[in-house]
């Protein structure tokens, strides 16, 4: 293992030193490992909560700002936090309007937050809703979760409805928003090369330079099977049909496109990915509006990518072009 770290134990706790030394925008609790927006709570704004495991920076500290998220929970890597730190971070975030708790899909996020909107709400009297993400197509169930994995879709259910926080919409109208963009969301992973957590030291799955996984998750879990490694081209199909499959995706205001880069894949052959994906869109009549392409998503170090298509309506359209002021988006502002 070659990583730049100290000690493998101390990893997340210096890097969240970093990040509050890089970002004066994020304020970090330390004690409960919990990174908010410096100037929160926003007096009538509905709080955005979401967080998890370590390791899939830019995600989840990387969207905390105006127009995003007011607080994420930290974490070990690939760990879910504890119930005492989401109540903690409930609190801290709570202007008056609420909070929503948005929760990607693993077995120990989901039950950590049922846990922390109960405490939240016994401790402080506050509104608390919560909405699961589920958007992988890949498998129902997982070594993680129970249903889908909650995996790219989390970027346009973030940006979308931090938008519309900062309009001053109410809590319940937030979590409707929430719902609806991952019902429109749909996403499928590869990988090129496994992982390799501090803790651990070694590859988290043994996958022979010749073979590639199809549809996994972003913690390195088993795909919907090893295939011999193939072109972009292949790969490509491999993603988008059963995307196109689960969903229809034609109507609309179009599509939002995101081709995430799961940490050791450059954007060179990201933007590759991006043009033999766009060129499958095209010949099934699917008009991308918006695109992203690169690392927002990651799994430590692992190679490969993931894609996820999400069907636009004017709402979400305005709401993801509205200005966004985090340390991993950022325009309009």
């Not at 022979?208 to 295939?227: A, K, S, T």
């Amino acid at each position: 293992m070659k990583k730049l770290l100290n000690d493998p134990a101390d990893i997340v706790a210096e890097s969240l030193r970093g990040v509050e030394r890089a970002h004066p925008e994020i304020r970090v609790d330390h004690e409960n490992r919990i990174l908010y927006r410096a100037d929160a709570p926003v007096s009538g704004k509905v709080g955005l909560l979401s967080g998890g495991g370590s390791g899939h920076e830019p995600a989840h500290a990387g969207f905390i700002g105006p127009g995003m998220l007011d607080a994420v929970c930290a974490g070990e890597v690939f760990t879910s936090p504890v119930p005492d730190q989401m109540a903690e971070a409930t609190k801290k975030i709570d202007g008056g309007a609420g909070v929503l708790h948005l929760v990607w899909n693993y077995t120990g996020d989901v039950m950590n937050f049922d846990m922390a909107a109960e405490l939240a709400a016994a401790e402080t009297d506050t509104a608390v809703e919560a909405v699961v993400m589920n958007d992988d197509v890949a498998v129902e169930d997982s070594l993680f979760t129970a249903g889908r994995r909650g995996t790219g879709a989390a970027i346009a259910v973030e940006k979308i409805v931090g938008a519309a926080a900062e309009q001053g919409r109410s809590l319940s109208e937030l979590a409707d928003l929430a719902r609806r963009v991952n019902d429109a969301s749909r996403s499928m992973g590869m990988a090129l090369t496994s992982c390799t957590v501090p803790a651990k030291g070694s590859p988290t799955f043994d996958l022979p330079d010749d073979e590639i996984e199809i549809g996994i998750g972003i913690h390195g879990e088993p795909g919907r099977r090893r295939v011999p490694l193939a072109s972009a081209h292949d790969i490509a199909e491999m993603l988008v049909d059963p995307i196109l499959a689960d969903r229809d995706f034609t109507g609309g205001e179009g599509v939002f496109v995101f081709v995430n880069g799961m940490g050791a894949t450059p954007q060179l052959e990201l933007y590759l990915m991006y043009n033999e994906i766009a060129a499958l869109l095209d010949k099934a009549g699917i008009v991308p509006v918006r695109t992203l392409v690169g690392p927002y998503v990651t799994s430590l170090d692992m190679a490969g990518c993931l894609v996820s298509i999400t069907r636009f309506d004017d709402d979400m359209l305005r709401l993801w072009d509205a200005p966004v002021a985090t340390a991993g988006l950022r325009w309009g502002m």
